[in-house]
C-alpha cells in the first residue's frame, strides 16, 4: 500500500492531536480577507497617500457682505488649508480640533472649491482669546490619515479697514481705488473679485480673482481677461474684498500660513457705463431690510458719487459726527428722472414732503444742509435690478469737511406718494359726502 505525500500546502498541521492554522496559511487568509474588503469597498482599495499645502491660522476683521453664506462679519478667527489633494470630492474630509481653556473644540472643515484654490478646506469663527492656539487638521481619505498644525495667532491685533473705496472705468476692466487708515501699514494687500450669480455647493461666492499688491497701492485696474478664461460680464453682479493684511514675518510673503491678522471689507459693484463718474461704494449689511455704510473722506463744497442697491425709495443719513448734507444731486434715466423729497420733521417724528427733484440737477438743502432725508418715486417700472450696486448713483455735497460714514437704507416697500396721497384725500371727502347725502 502506498502513502500519500503529505501537501506543502496544507493548511493545518497536527499538535498534541489538534489541527492548528500554520503561519503562512494565516497569512493567507488575512490577504484575502483584506482583498474582499477591498473588492466591495472601492474607496478603501483606492485611497490615495494625503498630501496638504499652505496651512494657516489668523485673526481676520470682516466687514459686512454678501459673499459668504450665513457667516457674520466681524472679529474672527479663521483657519484651514490651501491645498488638501485628494479633495472632497475624491473621498477625503477634515476636522479641526484645540485643546483650550474650553475643553477640546472640534470643528468640521467646509471643502471650498473657489475656481482660484479648487482644493481648499476652511473655517472661521467668532474670534475668542481662549481659541488662538495652534489647530490640529485632521484629514481622512479611506485607510489614510493626515495630520498637520496650524501656527497659533496669540495676541494679534485687529486690523483695520480700507477707507474712500471706489470704482471707475468702463467695460470689463474697472479700476477700483481705495485709503489705507492713518497710522497702519500693511505688508501687502490683497484684492478677490467673487461672483455673486456663481456659488460653491455650501452657498459662499465663488472667488473667481486675486491679486497681491504694495503696501503703497492705492489703486487697481482689473485686467481685461483674468486667470481661468474669465472675463467680467456687463450687468453681472460682483463683490470685490480688499485685504490689508499683517505677516508673521513682517514681510510681504503672501502665503496663506504667513498671515499674521488682517481685514477684509467687501463691496458689491456691477461694470460701470461709459458716462458713470468715480462711484464710492458702500459695504452692504445684508438681511431682511439691508442697509449700505460708507466710509469716505469729504471736503466742504466737494461732491462725491455714492451707490448702494435701489428699491422704491432710500433714507439718507449721516453718521455720528459728520458733516451735514449741503446738496444731492440724483441720476438721470431712471423712470421718468423725477423724485419726491422728504425731509425729517423733528416736532412731528417723521417725514414730510418737501417737492420734487428732477434728475441730473442739484438741490441744495437750506441753512447749514440736513442730517437726513428721503427720496421716493422710483418706479418699479424701471426695473432696477436690486442686487446691482452701481444701479441709482447720487451725488452729495457736505457742508463741511471730514468724513461720511452714513448709511443709505432702501425703501423696499412703496409710500404713497403726495399726489397719491392728495388722490387718496380727495377720495375719503367724497365718501364722506355720499354719507351725508345719504344720511339726510
Not at 78 to 103: E, H, R
Not at 111 to 123: G, K
Not at 272 to 284: A, K
Not at 319 to 330: C, D, I
Amino acid at each position: 500500500m502506498c502513502k500519500l505525500k503529505r501537501s506543502k500546502y496544507e493548511l493545518f498541521s497536527k499538535k498534541n492531536g489538534g489541527l492548528i492554522l500554520k503561519r503562512s496559511s494565516l497569512l493567507l487568509f488575512i490577504s484575502i480577507f483584506f482583498l474582499g474588503i477591498a473588492e466591495f469597498s472601492p474607496t478603501l482599495a483606492t485611497a490615495d497617500e494625503i498630501n496638504v499645502y499652505d496651512v494657516y491660522s489668523f485673526r481676520d476683521n470682516w466687514s459686512a457682505n454678501t459673499v459668504f453664506n450665513g457667516t457674520g462679519g466681524s472679529n474672527r478667527l479663521t483657519y484651514g488649508a490651501i491645498s488638501v489633494v485628494p479633495n472632497k470630492d475624491n473621498g477625503t474630509i477634515g476636522t479641526a480640533t484645540q485643546d483650550s481653556i474650553y475643553g477640546m473644540v472640534t470643528r468640521p472643515l467646509t471643502f471650498l472649491p473657489f475656481t482660484i484654490t479648487p482644493n481648499q478646506f476652511a473655517d472661521s469663527i467668532p474670534y475668542f482669546p481662549g481659541l488662538t492656539g495652534q489647530w490640529k487638521l485632521t484629514f481622512t481619505n479611506g485607510l489614510n490619515t493626515k495630520e498637520v498644525y496650524t501656527p497659533a495667532v496669540g495676541s494679534a491685533q485687529l486690523s483695520p479697514f480700507a477707507t474712500n473705496v471706489a470704482i471707475s472705468g468702463s467695460g470689463s476692466n474697472p479700476t477700483f481705488s481705495w485709503t489705507v487708515p492713518t497710522g497702519y501699514t500693511p505688508n501687502y494687500i490683497r484684492l478677490n473679485i467673487f461672483d455673486l450669480e456663481d456659488r460653491l455647493p455650501n452657498g459662499d461666492a465663488n472667488n473667481i480673482f486675486y491679486t497681491d499688491l504694495s503696501s503703497t497701492t492705492t489703486s487697481y485696474t482689473i485686467p481685461t481677461s483674468l486667470p481661468n478664461a474669465v472675463t467680467l460680464e456687463q450687468g453681472h453682479q460682483y463683490s470685490f474684498s480688499i485685504s490689508l493684511t499683517q505677516t508673521r514675518d513682517n514681510t510681504a510673503n503672501a502665503y496663506m500660513a504667513n498671515i499674521l491678522s488682517r481685514s477684509r471689507s467687501f463691496f458689491e459693484f456691477t461694470l460701470l457705463d461709459e458716462s458713470e463718474p468715480n462711484v464710492y461704494l458702500p459695504i452692504v449689511t445684508p438681511g431682511p431690510t439691508p442697509f449700505y455704510t460708507f466710509n469716505v473722506d469729504v471736503s466742504s463744497g466737494q461732491q462725491i458719487f455714492i451707490d448702494p442697491m435701489v428699491a422704491v425709495g432710500y433714507d439718507y443719513a449721516i453718521g455720528a459726527n459728520n458733516p451735514y448734507f449741503a446738496s444731492v444731486t440724483l441720476p438721470v434715466g431712471i423712470g421718468d428722472g423725477i423724485y419726491a423729497l422728504y425731509l425729517f420733521d423733528e416736532t412731528l417724528n417723521k417725514y414730510v414732503f418737501k417737492g420734487y427733484i428732477n434728475g441730473g440737477e442739484a438741490f441744495a438743502f437750506d441753512g447749514n444742509g440736513v442730517d437726513r432725508f428721503r427720496i421716493l418715486g422710483i418706479e418699479t417700472s424701471a426695473a432696477l435690478d436690486p442686487n446691482d450696486a452701481t444701479a441709482f448713483i447720487t451725488g452729495l455735497t457736505f457742508a463741511g469737511n471730514g468724513t461720511f460714514t452714513g448709511t443709505m437704507t432702501p425703501i423696499t416697500q412703496d409710500v404713497p406718494e403726495p399726489a397719491t396721497m392728495l388722490l387718496l384725500g380727495l377720495g375719503l371727502i367724497g365718501v364722506a359726502g355720499i354719507r351725508r347725502k345719504f344720511k339726510g
